[in-house]
């Protein structure tokens, strides 16, 4: 029954996000700025790919190629949004 | 209302594989959302004028168990949905309550900190990082407490109706949902906290 | 279709006034920034006036030759699902016009933004221009007059006006000497331009800031440099000091006519800082009560010692910030923290 | 707050627009009760889930809302006929400006495109109805809330005066402190999110609902073009929604987010409201370029030339349009880098622009090209879009931009593209469908009269307009004096937009005698159409297909009609039908009245009306509505009836 209800996927990806986390949490510790946002930024897309994968079955579906696309198309969006945004109010800035 | 037997109940009719297949649109909606969102954040989180700075307010401790509570929810909605899937009504209700009693656990800590950000001299109109961070904040917890109000009747609807295509399509849709949620979590767990207390 | 003959005419109307029409003020320019902008337009116009003319010579032959009529009754048109050869001429030579437009824009924007050629040797002429309401302050240190209203010039010598709001955003635009660019409220723009045409030119808010938008003109009166220093010694020798009181007055006020004063509000209420959005920017409404603590980092400005004045405006460095903020460094504040 | 704020008062224009407004409303209200029609209104429009029906409202409320912005428009143009005229005072004329951009875009062009879309898509592609036909109403109630909710905004406690974009610090509580920008945020903030659902609606209605064997390179452009418009909504709208939401608590609740201390950065808001706004600007030209298509296919008896570089093109412009928002404000003061990158993008939309240009131009090519009234608009819209086009690449050069820049020459050049884009696309899409939903053409004589006065008068309208802006005229000014010399080609302009208003008028009159005259059209195909739609008989009924039709190519319906082989002779079966619902109706209610006493900062109404729309929710999520079934007899009765002599 526990087997039946705890499906080992399910339990790989919980325990999988948890380990995520807490590597993140080196952050905490003085290294190179870079070097923290590229571990913040691998950790969070690793855990949002886990979620969509694992628990969300986005490959299940029969419409798996839109759902690609869109979710393509939506962080395509929403990069462009933050980065242009910042390319234009901080990095691209001179006076 | 043809019902396809070879699929699991929540995708068995038409109507309901469109309400999935919108409901992912939706959430690509709702990317753009938070992107928005994080964009507002990240333009001004160093301008917090003579308020407190993100690394003045932020403590590990509170985000760490709210970052817990609900990675350990996404969990039991999944395992909420899996017993769905081999038809165990009463399992499914027991892992959609947990969920629930998780999500008020997680909305209860946010309040806290938020009375504990006001306490510190963070108001909302305290400065253009403080407005930020909040709404960001409120906009997922606002989400987080729809998703209560809504696992609610979906929860009601499964003890009065049972399982079928109908309630299982809403629960499925709804653990979407909540798996969203937890996922825009690690990025503000990640890129406001963390960020803030590098 | 009647109407492509008028729309034509135009057209080539348009292009026969381009050449010496002065009641175009964009293309009647007086100056070197002007000048390059005139040039782009009309550059740019020739270039599609070509475009139009190949979409509209095929059009007029499609609507001519294959209109239904009684001699081509029961003709049934083929079936055709396209041709690759002239899909791809008219994706690569509209590319290759853009291309040619990206390279003269990113030039003459290049060249717009800097002081004009020519003149760089020269030591600028800085002009802080703000603005209140519905009217235009212009500040100048170096000689520390002040007028509202009205902006005096020398002509072949460059200008640098440095530009802020005491409101909502408004764009400063002397079309004959430059192109536009907003003043906000808190930082500073700058526009490079030089009058090599002694004249009186037309200025002016173009972005919408509320009712009295309309009236938010000003007059720029270029003028030889003796003239130039004739005027200021005539403002300094017969105007009254702009005291802190009569500024605050003079912001409060919504329209009012020209004025002139022999002192600047920069040493009371200096301009934000310059560069770009600061992180932890303090700045308080219309800049006033903070700008005050500022006080003793502005010496009031005077005519001897112009280089002072001209690079003292940085009020909001942080006292902890060894090096004042270059506003090109903005990133490092968004990672350093 | 005292009774003579909360009205509008002072202004004798105002005095008459709110008689009228309350005498139109009684007439309505008399005349429903005296004709016994408020059973009708409720069954058959109110409640209705028909796409058909919800297409028809919507595209009602875009004319209302089209002449509502043209009143605006028409008095704009009257003040600045002339130096120093004294017809409006400065505030009132913030006031018109602003609510034209906002109504024609927003609550014109928008909704008008929606109806076009809701009627057409779901019987171009072979569908029983949109996918999700409850939500659909959601949507159009939600829409048209937001839409009253800004028009009650002129009589009730003021209009927004600070531009449609609503640049801060001007749109601020400090500058702004009436309540007109509340209504702004929240108007806006209410259609803003019926429209989100309409762009989910229309992806899976078009993703999963079309008729077997019609792959996506088989969709009539039309359907193509509204699908990739849709992918543009949901992803552009949530911007919107922050922007407004952001904008609202900074207006309402204290938030620094744009203010001019305490660290708020006032460009912020127009780089959120660009990053929505350009590819709004797709929004509502893409669909037409789909209209477009489909007409000029139509009568140049053709089929559409470079059907897949149409599809790329748009798929180009859905991209690119998200790259280019900065092109709104390269005068802010950013780096020359900034402002190449975004001139470079900007003019880069100009080459997939052309090359539909050129596929229609060689569409009409060895064509035989019939001169209807929808197909003269479809033609007209080439000439002059492309001036649009060309100034919009000439606007795109960043240096250039600087003298552009708000002046008249930007006004000319929006208008150029939007006029000819959008509304011409969405008349001449009027004019070919209306046989469609009503079952006769309007009168072809008369349109072409209203055609001619609104093509000659449009460019006399907005062709000055280009010249007044090198002049140095700037958008936006209430009055000028006479020594600027705007004086001549202003009144120019008002004699077209006298023009323009004639023929506006002739639009309506047209429909209004055709409504009476024009012979009813029996075959259902007037137009000798090529997609689907025209397959049936006009009007549609309820169901749309008695059976659905199998797609092998493009055009299905014109080959068929060549070949004199049926698209509907299989077995007909029974119909599955969704139900009637007030439920879309009372949400649309009960957000009106939230976002009402929202604006007044009403709190505690504000709270019962937000309750209130929360239970119409979990009422619509404890439905159990199946829909019903139309038996099979009556899906053949009505067919024979409806097809008459045809079958």
């Known amino acids: 029954m526990l087997k039946q209800l705890f499906p080992v996927k399910h339990v790989v990806g919980y325990v999988a996000s948890l380990v995520l986390t807490l590597i993140a949490l080196v952050v905490l510790m003085d290294l190179p700025a870079a070097v923290e946002i590229g571990i913040l930024a691998v950790t969070a897309i690793l855990q949002a790919s886990l979620q969509l994968v694992m628990f969300m079955h986005i490959g299940e579906s029969s419409e798996k190629k839109s759902l690609y696309i869109n979710i393509a198309f939506a962080i395509f969006m929403a990069l462009v949004t933050i980065f242009g945004t910042l390319f234009i109010f901080v990095w691209g800035w001179y006076a | ?198 | 279709m009647k109407k492509r003959g008028p729309l034509l005419a135009l057209f080539f109307g348009l292009t026969m006034l381009l050449s010496g029409c002065s009641s175009l003020t964009v293309l009647d320019p007086k100056g070197p920034a002007a000048r390059t902008l005139s040039d782009t337009i009309i550059f740019s116009i020739l270039m599609m006036v070509g475009v139009l003319a190949v979409v509209y010579i095929l059009y007029v032959y499609m609507l001519v030759k294959y209109r239904a009529k009684k001699s081509n009754e029961g003709y049934v048109p083929p079936h055709e699902e396209g041709s690759t050869k002239l899909e791809i001429t008219w994706t690569v030579i509209p590319i290759i016009i853009v291309l040619i437009l990206s390279v003269v824009t990113v030039r003459t924007t290049m060249a717009v933004e800097n002081v004009p050629e020519g003149y760089e040797n020269q030591e600028p002429l800085v002009i802080y221009a703000s603005s209140s309401n519905w009217k235009w302050h212009f500040s100048y240190p170096e000689q520390g007059i002040e007028t509202v209203n009205y902006v005096n010039l020398p002509t072949h010598r460059p200008v640098e006006f440095r530009m802020y709001s005491f409101g909502p955003i408004t764009s400063l635009w002397i079309p004959q000497l430059a192109g536009q660019k907003y003043a906000m409220s808190d930082m500073v723009t700058k526009i490079n331009l030089v009058a090599d045409v002694p004249g009186s030119y037309m200025g002016k808010n173009a972005n919408f800031n509320g009712e009295g938008f309309a009236h938010m003109n000003f007059e720029a009166l270029a003028m030889s440099q003796a003239e130039f220093d004739e005027w200021v010694q005539d403002v300094k020798n017969n105007e009254g000091e702009l005291t802190e009181a009569e500024f605050d007055k003079l912001l409060e006020t919504p329209h009012v006519g020209r004025m002139s004063f022999a002192s600047t509000h920069l040493s009371f209420s200096p301009p934000p800082e310059e560069g770009h959005h600061h992180s932890g920017s303090t700045e308080k409404e219309n800049g006033n009560q903070e700008h005050q603590d500022n006080k003793e980092k502005f010496p009031e400005p005077s005519s001897t010692d112009e280089d002072e004045a001209e690079f003292d405006f940085d009020p909001n460095v942080h006292p902890d910030d060894p090096t004042p903020v270059d506003p090109g460094d903005e990133s490092t504040h968004h990672e350093g923290h | 707050m005292k009774w003579d704020e909360f009205f509008v008062t002072g202004d004798p224009l105002i005095y008459g627009a709110m008689v009228s407004i309350v005498l139109v409303s009684l007439a309505i209200l008399v005349g429903l009760t005296y004709f016994k029609k408020w059973g009708y209104l409720w069954r058959e429009w109110l409640t209705t889930v028909d796409h058909k029906k919800i297409g028809v409202m919507y595209i009602l409320a875009a004319l209302i809302m089209l002449f509502r912005g043209g009143v605006d428009a028409v008095m704009m143009r009257a003040q600045t006929s002339m130096p120093d005229m004294k017809f409006l005072d400065g505030q009132h004329y913030n006031e018109i400006f602003t609510t034209h951009g906002v109504i024609m875009i927003l609550f014109m062009a928008m909704p008008f495109i929606f109806g076009l879309m809701n009627v057409i898509i779901p019987l171009q592609i072979g569908a029983r109805d949109v996918a999700f036909p409850r939500l659909n109403a959601i949507s159009f109630w939600l829409f048209f809330a937001g839409a009253m909710l800004f028009n009650i905004s002129f009589v009730i406690g003021g209009s927004p005066d600070a531009g449609w974009s609503a640049y801060f610090p001007l749109a601020g509580i400090e500058f702004s402190p009436h309540v007109g920008n509340n209504y702004y945020s929240l108007a806006l903030q209410i259609s803003g999110i019926g429209t989100l659902m309409t762009g989910l609606n229309f992806i899976v209605t078009i993703m999963k609902m079309r008729a077997p064997g019609m792959t996506l390179m088989k969709m009539p452009m039309f359907t193509w073009s509204v699908l990739i418009t849709s992918v543009i909504i949901i992803f552009a709208f949530p911007v919107l929604t922050v922007a407004l939401l952001l904008m609202m608590f900074d207006r309402q609740f204290g938030t620094q987010f744009f203010t001019m201390q305490n660290g708020g950065m006032d460009m912020l808001w127009a780089n959120l409201f660009w990053v929505w706004g350009h590819p709004e600007v797709y929004i509502v030209v893409l669909p037409a370029f789909g209209i477009f298509s489909e007409i000029i296919s139509t009568f140049a008896k053709k089929n559409l030339y470079g059907y897949k570089s149409m599809v790329i093109s748009m798929l180009v412009i859905s991209g690119l349009s998200f790259l280019v928002w900065a092109h709104h404000f390269y005068t802010m003061g950013q780096g020359a880098m900034v402002n190449g990158f975004f001139s470079i993008t900007t003019m880069a939309i100009a080459v997939p622009t052309g090359v539909k240009i050129f596929n229609w131009l060689f569409t009409l090519h060895k064509g035989r090209i019939e001169f209807t009234t929808p197909m003269l608009y479809s033609l007209a819209f080439i000439p002059i879009f492309t001036i649009g086009g060309v100034t919009g690449v000439m606007l795109a050069m960043a240096s250039a931009d600087y003298q552009y820049h708000n002046t008249m020459f930007l006004v000319a050049h929006f208008h150029y593209v939007l006029i000819p884009g959008t509304v011409f696309a969405v008349i001449a899409g009027f004019h070919y469908w209306f046989p469609k939903v009503f079952g006769f053409r309007l009168n072809e004589r008369r349109g072409k009269t209203a055609f001619w006065f609104i093509i000659i008068s449009f460019n006399v309208t907005f062709f000055p307009l280009f010249f007044l802006g090198l002049q140095g005229m700037t958008r936006r000014m209430y009055t000028y004096s006479e020594e600027t010399g705007f004086g001549p080609l202003n009144m120019l302009s008002m004699v077209g937009a006298i023009g323009l208003t004639i023929g506006f008028i002739l639009l309506v009159y047209n429909i209004y005698w055709s409504t009476r005259y024009e012979p009813r059209d029996t075959t259902g195909d007037p137009w000798d159409g090529r997609s689907l739609e025209w397959s049936m008989p006009s009007p549609v009924p309820v169901y749309n297909f008695a059976v659905v039709p199998e797609i092998t190519k493009r055009d299905e319906f014109w080959f068929a009609k060549q070949e004199g082989k049926s698209l509907s002779d299989k077995k007909i079966e029974k119909i599955h039908m969704p139900s009637n619902s007030g439920k879309p109706f009372i949400l649309g209610i009960a957000f009106f009245f939230l976002g009402f006493f929202v604006v007044f900062s009403w709190w505690t109404p504000a709270i019962v009306a937000g309750i209130a729309v929360l239970l119409t929710m979990a009422a619509m999520s404890f439905d159990r509505d199946d829909g019903y079934y139309i038996p099979v007899e009556e899906v053949v009765q009505s067919e024979k009836r409806l097809r008459g002599e045809r079958v």
């Open chain 2, 1 to 198: 209302m043809k019902i396809d037997a070879t699929q699991p109940l929540e995708y068995g009719t038409e109507e309901n594989r469109n309400k999935i297949f919108g409901f992912w649109l939706f959430m690509g909606a709702e990317i753009a959302l938070f992107a928005t969102l994080f964009t507002v954040y990240f333009v001004l989180v160093d301008r917090f004028a003579s308020g407190p700075s993100g690394a003045d307010l932020f403590v590990i401790g509170p985000v760490l168990a709210e970052t817990f509570i609900l990675l350990t929810s996404s969990f039991t909605i999944g395992l909420a949905v899996h017993s769905m899937r081999l038809g165990l009504k009463k399992q499914m209700m027991i892992f959609m309550v947990i969920t629930l009693v998780l999500g008020a656990a997680f909305l209860g800590i946010e309040i806290y900190e938020f009375f504990h950000y006001v306490h510190e001299g963070a108001a909302i109109t305290t400065s253009a990082f403080t407005s930020s961070l909040l709404t960001l904040l409120g906009t997922h917890g606002a989400h987080v407490t729809f998703g209560l109000l809504w696992g609610t009747a979906i929860l009601l609807q499964v003890r009065k109706y049972g399982l079928d295509h109908k309630t299982a399509n809403k629960s499925f849709i709804f653990s979407l949902y909540w798996h969203f949620l937890d996922v825009v979590w690690i990025f503000i767990f990640s890129f406001v906290y963390l960020k803030g207390l590098m």
